[in-house]
């Protein structure tokens, strides 16, 4: 071979390997089209056996597959009769080395399909307490034998508990179970898959009013008016009079904040309930004022009856229909824990500041949910698939998400779980806890995922799925041999509406997000059994990220100038900011929840009640009553979202990873103490009886030591006593002045 005739052989060989790339790439897109097809032709595979009268020959026969391959991806099909599987499931059984059975566990009728979920298990992280130990008559390697032996092998098969689960699961017992909806099948259950036509969160094209506002010590009759302080005479202190005595000082005033002295409390020893002193002072007769009904949207807004943080609205009795006044609490805010009028007034301009630095059209409304939904909705983008506004769900899922999202978790564990005498009492907090949640929250409408879905899946889609903007219903099993708290919620009758089954073979229905279900699924002391029953799964979005942003940013900037300030005003007024900016997140979340809204008035005493209405007070003049109204046209509902954040707050108080980048480099929270020594759950916090190693960085989500009272302790029996021990651990930290 001559020169010339090997460079004709290698532009040759280029043009071939120009051909082959190119075909490579024609047969990848035709691979991963047929990949598409074929998974697709699973899931409607598996979807046709919810019809009662699907055969796995026909659907073979559509589909171009064999009938075994028909039954292995929807086992409901499997035409061998019941008592032949159940007789080869008894050979199995009896086989000295039995290996898993590919067919399904026998149906039961009354028992909705399921596919269960597979174990994800991870390592146990290093931590310097000892790992937990099970009970004394076992050792500990058995129990995570056993933990295992609870969690067969991923299949795509539905399950029956009784038939696949050691331990004979036992029902819960507490207040008495309480049954959750769940999804209905033909075509209501599309309203599931809906979202409410014509009902978009926009962006507002428009400023909120800022309303005059003053600060006022019931207690002293002290009133902070912008830059000053005047003292008041506010007579019996009713609503009246109070008014009477504020305008004249600052005409003008639409809003009054009570930053101590609680004057709706005054003759509460009078009444059954402090609700009912509550409403009666709100509705006190006064010649010169009148309950405000307001106008437009608000009209009939009237007055809000709460035990500690009521809002009462007034308006001048000759002119009902002009501005009204508003008397409020502090609360609703911070807690002013002894400070004065013009602290509490410095403190709100600094919230204002701050705000400002992040939003040019920044307005403090009248509380802090109010305050934080404006905010976020002018965080609604502009550009992008969004940018048109985030539709609302239909009626019929916002519904279900409100009966089946829970809020925090607040659980006092009692003996014998824990120790009747506790060797110390010792609270983390987790510091701005729900900003850590904000990154990334379901949107769009939700694609329904049935058992037989699920089941059809491969283990790497299931476990997406899982880690995806979720909600499921799921039956739990919990695990032999576990002997730390519960993970998941089981809906129970009474006040506590949510408990956390611990007892091990114990099983329950229960609907959870999927950051529950994940930890569930892969903790590292023992994976739980979950089997799938339905669930809906979302696209992932960040329509909070930069609303939580910028309120994180805001809050550190407030946290900072309160440790740096040298001014010891500043430095309170600073503190009681920051905290106002967690209220407007923590509220402000609450309120895309829209609950069904509960709406008070007043009615004059002889005239007919509206129909439906529950009575909370009555004098000689009107009566005060309260009633559902079920869900409103709120083009900002959203609980999607908040169900999104609750559930992954409540997973952090079990399992939260420190991240130094990508690298997880620690661990906290309660599956990281020693079991016994949980006592209590809190919301954003938790109660144990020894101190934990867990860093504190001042970050969002971080455990804060917030007190530790020295034992030995008597166990609280109720609610009222932890709390009474849990001041005495913060005053006991606070004056010995311990860092964490």
């Known amino acids: 071979m001559d020169r010339k005739t090997y460079t004709a052989e290698l532009a040759g060989l280029r043009e071939l390997r120009a051909g082959i790339t190119a075909a490579e790439k024609q047969v990848a897109a035709a691979r991963k089209e047929l990949d598409k097809l074929t998974a697709q032709r699973a899931r409607r595979v598996a979807g046709l056996a919810g019809y009662e009268g699907a055969q796995a020959a026909a659907v073979a026969k559509a589909s171009g597959l064999s009938v075994g391959d028909v039954v292995r991806i929807a086992p409901l099909l499997d035409p061998t009769p019941a008592a032949v599987r159940a007789a080869k499931a008894d050979d199995q059984a009896a086989a000295p080395a039995p290996a898993p059975a590919p067919a399904s566990a026998p149906e039961l009728v009354d028992e909705p399909a399921a596919a269960v979920a597979p174990a994800l298990t991870r390592p146990a992280p290093v931590r310097e307490q000892p790992a937990p130990v099970a009970p004394v008559t076992e050792a500990p390697a058995e129990v995570e034998d056993q933990g295992v032996a609870e969690q067969p092998a991923p299949a795509a098969a539905p399950v029956v508990p009784a038939a696949s689960v050691a331990v004979a699961p036992r029902p819960v017992v507490e207040s008495g179970p309480r049954e959750l909806p769940a999804l209905p099948e033909g075509p209501a259950g599309a309203r599931f898959e809906a979202v409410t036509t014509g009902l978009v969160s926009k962006r507002p094209n428009f400023v909120q009013q800022a309303r005059s506002t003053v600060f006022l010590d019931a207690g002293t009759g002290d009133l902070a008016v912008r830059d000053r302080v005047v003292r008041l005479d506010l007579g019996a202190r009713t609503p009246g009079e109070i008014l009477d005595a504020v305008l004249h000082a600052a005409p003008g005033t639409g809003r009054v904040y009570i930053t101590a002295g609680a004057p709706w409390h005054d003759g509460a020893e009078r009444y059954s309930t402090l609700k009912d002193a509550v409403a009666a002072w709100l509705n006190t007769p006064s010649e010169r004022w009148t309950t405000a009904v307001g106008s437009g949207r608000d009209k009939l807004a009237g007055h809000f009856v709460h035990q500690r943080q009521p809002v009462g609205r007034y308006a001048p009795a000759s002119a009902p229909d002009s501005g009204s006044t508003e008397i409020r609490s502090m609360g609703e805010w911070f807690d002013p824990d002894g400070a004065d009028v013009t602290t509490c007034r410095q403190a709100f301009t600094l919230l204002w500041q701050a705000l400002r630095r992040h939003w040019d059209d920044a307005v403090l409304m009248g509380s802090p949910s109010q305050t ?67 990154w990334k929250s379901p949107v769009g409408t939700p694609r329904r995922i049935t058992a037989a879905a699920f089941a059809a899946m491969s283990e790497a889609e299931q476990t997406k799925a899982l880690m995806s903007c979720s909600h499921w ?13 519960g993970l998941l919620p089981a809906p129970v009758t009474g006040d506590r509406a949510w408990v956390y089954p611990s007892e091990p073979g114990a099983t329950f229905t229960t609907w959870a997000g ?17 089997e799938i029953l339905g669930g809906l799964l979302f696209e992932d979005g960040k329509p909070l990220d930069e609303w939580g942003k910028r309120l994180k940013s805001a809050w550190g900037d407030l946290t900072n100038l309160s440790k740096l300030h040298g001014d010891e005003r500043q430095r309170q007024a600073a503190y009681l900011a920051s905290r106002a900016v967690r209220s407007v997140l923590l509220f402000g979340l609450g309120g895309f929840a829209q609950r069904p809204r509960l709406v008070s008035g007043t009615t004059p005493v002889g005239e007919a009640l509206p129909a439906g209405v529950e009575i909370l007070g009555r004098d000689d003049q009107v009566v005060t009553w309260q009633r559902q109204a079920g869900f409103s046209r709120d083009p900002y509902a959203h609980p999607e979202w908040a169900a999104y954040v609750w559930s992954g707050a409540r997973a952090a108080l079990l399992d939260m990873k420190y991240r130094q980048g990508k690298e997880v480099v620690g661990y906290a929270g309660a599956l990281h103490a020693k079991p016994g020594s949980v006592v209590y759950f809190g919301t954003d916090g938790i109660a144990l009886t020894e101190r934990q190693p867990w860093p504190y960085r001042g970050e969002p989500g971080d455990y804060l030591l917030k007190g530790h009272l020295t034992g030995p302790v008597e166990h609280p029996t109720s609610q009222e006593q932890y709390l009474k021990l849990r001041g005495l651990g913060r005053a006991e930290l606070a004056a010995k002045g311990t860092d964490q």
């Open 514 to 530: 999927g950051a529950e279900v994940h930890l569930a699924l892969s903790n590292h002391l023992a994976p739980w059994r979950i």
């Open 473 to 485: 219903n799921v039956r739990v099993t919990v695990p032999a041999g576990w002997n730390h708290v």
């Open 372 to 438: 934080g939904r404006d905010l976020w909705s002018r965080t609604i983008p502009t550009t992008g698939k969004w940018a048109g506004g985030y539709p609302v769900l239909s009626e019929e899922l916002r519904g279900l998400l409100h009966a089946t999202g829970g809020q925090g978790r607040t659980e006092l564990v009692l003996p014998p779980r824990v120790p009747e005498q506790l060797p110390a009492l010792v609270e983390y907090d987790r510091t701005f806890a729900y900003a850590k949640h904000l």
